[in-house]
């Protein structure tokens, strides 16, 4: 019987009633008064649970080497060498703690300092990048902007009210407008015609209101007004830097540069600027009561311009480069799609975040159909197009086109959704009598932007050497 505390037969034994081990009394008692547990299995336990065993006094016999004084004095110096060993060790130990300690401390000191540093450069960057942007404001516009702006002037916010609840009031009763393309018709497209190189590394193209006028540019900084029945260009447009992004107002032409401004074009001459991005404008967006237009940047940052006046109305940054933009078709709500696979909503008139939906990809174009809850989405690399249900905030439709899509429109009807990709050019046609979708035409064309022709008789897609291909019924 031994103490499982020292290991040797206990001269006064105590057993434990809840685990039954043994100790020597005395030691069992110390470590109780301290620690209040079992020492062997951690459970509680008190004085009284301990039961004192009797047995016959044993008187321990000598051992041998301690019958004389010189074999007690080789016993103490073992025992002193061995704590001195011990001690040495100690020591040892104790100077390895106390570097690793240090080395610690000074990478956390320096870890620190570098992020400091970090965070300090990172806040000169952003105030640097706000002085650029307004003094390039204030250049385009000859007033200062706005930077910290978000809502809406109260004459733009009542005008934003006032279209929507007149395109929401009558988007549900209008009509297929008469002569409108069939499924029939749009299955029988073919090229009809493709056009020279034209301006190379154009990336977008607009067709007007009456189809007619195609508007693109290049790396070269200059834009062109293509006529469409002519074949030819009648208007060259020198934008100073590499065309980004087109739009139409009206009759007048919206070219975005890298530079980060637009510029404005009236019968071929520039009649005004627009834009302070600190960076390339990526995308560009006039809203549907075309007294607003939207410019997206580079730079995190999406700008709302007063077209009445030619000047800022509101901006706001983002958490990641915008690639592209869209005011959705009733123009309560504007969406950038991001770098980082995450489309945004805001809402026009306060600028406020209204959602955000994650994709599997970065954003390359948002189209809106014109039933005002759907919205087709192309992500890059991706071979299919997805068609989002606003009210569900998620995709409710795949479309595999066969190969990465790059741009995506809807036709003014909604039953037909044009892409187009470096594979090819293809149109889905929604049937709503049967909510059933078919793919009635494919075309191994290449292009990076499409657009739909007057009464979707036609489609012009834009060529990756900068040329336009045209599709209509053969």
Known sequence: ????IS???????AASRKSGHVFEKRLIEAH??????????GEDLTVEDLIELKTDRVV????????????LLSAFQNEWDAIVLESFTLKQQLAQTRQELSTALYQNDAATRVIARLTRERDEAREALSNVTISGGAAANGDAMQVDGQALPDALAAKVDETQQMLFSTRRKRPIPDGWATG????SFDVTNTSDPLYPGSSMISL??????????????VAGIYSVSQQKIVQTLKAGSPVTATAWWGSRALVATSSGTIKVFEDGVETAELGSHAGAVTSIALHPSETILASAGADKRFIYYDLTTMTVASQLYTETEISTCAFHVDGLLFF????????RIFDVKTGDAMAVLETNGPVRSISFSENGTWFAVAERGSNSVSVWDLRKQAPIKALDVGSPVDSVRWDYTGQFLATAGSGSISVQHYTKATKSWSEPVRKAVPARDVAWGVNASSLVALTPDGGLSILGAA
């Open 1 to 4: 019987m031994l103490c499982a």
């Open 7 to 13: 290991g040797v037969a206990p001269e006064v034994p």
């Open 32 to 41: 109780i008064a301290e620690h209040h547990t079992d020492p062997v299995t």
């Open 60 to 71: 321990t016999p000598r051992p041998p080497n301690l019958t004389s004084i010189p074999s």
């Open 184 to 187: 029939e018709d749009v299955a």
């Open 208 to 221: 007007d209101e009456s189809g007619e006028l195609a508007l693109f540019g290049g790396t070269d900084g």
């Open 336 to 343: 950038t799609g991001g770098v980082d696979g995450n489309i």
